[in-house]
């Protein structure tokens, strides 16, 4: 399934919604830092959010270092931000939620 580009202002909108996370400066992606009290909790977020991107069929770019793990999300085939960026930033939110952060 094909996810349509977001406008610049429905993505304002959508990140309202969300704690932390920004558009990059490209206006193509958004992008968040989590940061952990431990190597453990960060890639235990990093699993639970790998579980949802399977589902979604949405993988998300991505680095860990100890206990901080930066995110960015861009729907590759639409070039830029799309309603499954938002899907899995809301999901690891949650998983984040879950974990000392």
């Not at 860990?64 to 930033?89: I, M």
């Amino acid at each position: 399934m094909k996810y349509p580009r977001l406008e610049p202002d429905a993505i304002r909108q959508a990140l309202l919604k969300l704690e932390g996370w920004s558009l990059r400066e490209d206006g193509a992606a958004i992008v968040r830092s989590f940061k952990f009290s431990s190597f453990a909790e960060a890639f235990g977020f990093m699993a639970e959010s790998a579980l949802v991107a399977e589902r979604l069929n949405h993988h998300p770019e991505w680095s860990n270092v100890y206990s901080r793990v930066k995110v960015c999300l861009t729907t590759h085939d639409s070039q830029g931000v799309t309603e499954r960026d938002f899907l899995l930033a809301e999901a690891m939110q949650k998983a984040a939620a879950g974990r000392s952060n």
